[in-house]
């Protein structure tokens, strides 16, 4: 198995759902955290609307306060949903993009206001441009496992969405079960299935845990050859505009599960726990992940 590369993504996807608006400091502290762990990537932000998404405000100072960590790991990844922020995140330094599609209409209007085909346009001349700008991109297809309004997406419309990328010479492509109705027989599938369009395609897996499947599923995504796992501290997350949000797969449950099958060592479970607690205590209340709660399985525990 080849390194397993594990892209943090709760201080974006994790709060961009949260009522409460988390100070900068208690951001910086976290990043602070999360760093210690050995995760390879950290998505810091999403340069979008400040008023419209207030948890996403300081995404450009979070940059900020990293730029002199500059070439080091972590890698910081920041989303972006249109020129506006491309432009937006281009200043603040950002060297690795995250910008996506949904494979579902209905979504996709909803979450920013275009349709799929006209999204799909916008996002690969985004792509290159921030190509062009020496930044490294990678490009999803949301909702490509089924939708919270439209139910089943056919796996043709995302493989074409994916054939698009590749045509224009992205090959880093994420698929996002951003609904959470992915199985994980559907998951090995359907990644195989990007994964054989061309063998320069490196694929990236966001998967979200609404009803339950979220680890079966990275299990799914891993038996396809899938390396690279998106996922958010104490299982914090969802996206605000499908019909039901639920949370990410837990970022110490899948590097804890990980261990148990021998991969991923080089990320520590303590530093997460230890975020994943404090963000229980921030937002006040009890979150999803359970190894906070359970802490992990002895060493040498086999039943």
């Known amino acids: 198995m080849s390194h397993i ?8 996807d994790g709060l961009q759902v949260e009522r409460a608006v988390v100070p900068t400091e208690q ?8 760093c210690d762990s050995g995760v390879d990537m950290i998505q810091l932000g999403s340069f979008v609307h400040r008023e419209k998404v207030p948890q996403m405000a300081d995404t450009d100072a979070l940059f900020e306060h990293v730029r002199a ?3 080091a790991r972590p890698i910081f990844s920041g989303l972006v949903l249109n020129e506006k922020g491309l432009e937006r995140g281009l200043g603040c330094g950002v060297r690795f993009f995250c910008m996506g599609v949904s494979a579902s209409d209905t979504h996709s209007r909803k979450n920013t206001g275009m349709g799929t085909a006209e999204a799909t346009g916008r996002i690969i001349a985004m792509a290159r441009a921030a ?3 020496g930044a490294a991109v990678q490009v999803s297809v949301q909702s490509a496992f089924g939708c919270g309004f439209e139910g089943l997406v056919p796996e043709d419309r995302v493989l074409g969405i994916a054939r698009q990328f590749v045509e224009a010479g992205l090959t880093t492509i994420s698929l996002a079960d951003t609904a959470g109705h992915a199985t994980p027989d559907q998951v090995e599938r359907l990644f195989t299935a990007v994964r054989a369009l ?3 395609i490196e694929c990236a897996c966001h998967l979200h845990d609404t009803y339950g499947f979220g680890l079966a599923n990275c299990y799914g995504a891993l ?4 390396t690279c796992f998106e996922a958010a501290f104490a299982g914090l997350g969802g996206c605000p505009f499908t019909a039901v949000a639920g949370g990410n797969v ?5 590097v804890h599960m ?6 991923a060592a080089h990320v520590k479970v303590d530093p997460l726990v230890d975020v994943a607690k404090n963000a229980a205590e921030v937002l006040g209340r009890e979150l999803p992940g359970r190894t906070m709660k359970t802490g992990l399985i002895p060493q040498g525990a086999t039943c």
């Open 131 to 133: 190509g062009l700008a």
């Open 198 to 200: 061309d063998p320069r």
């Open 69 to 71: 960590r500059d070439g």
């Open 27 to 34: 951001k910086i502290r976290w990043i602070e955290r999360l």
């Open 250 to 254: 837990c970022t110490e449950d899948l």
């Open 5 to 12: 590369t594990i892209h943090e993504v709760g201080l974006r």
């Open 223 to 226: 038996r396809a050859g899938v």
């Open 258 to 263: 990980f261990h148990r099958m021998g991969l």
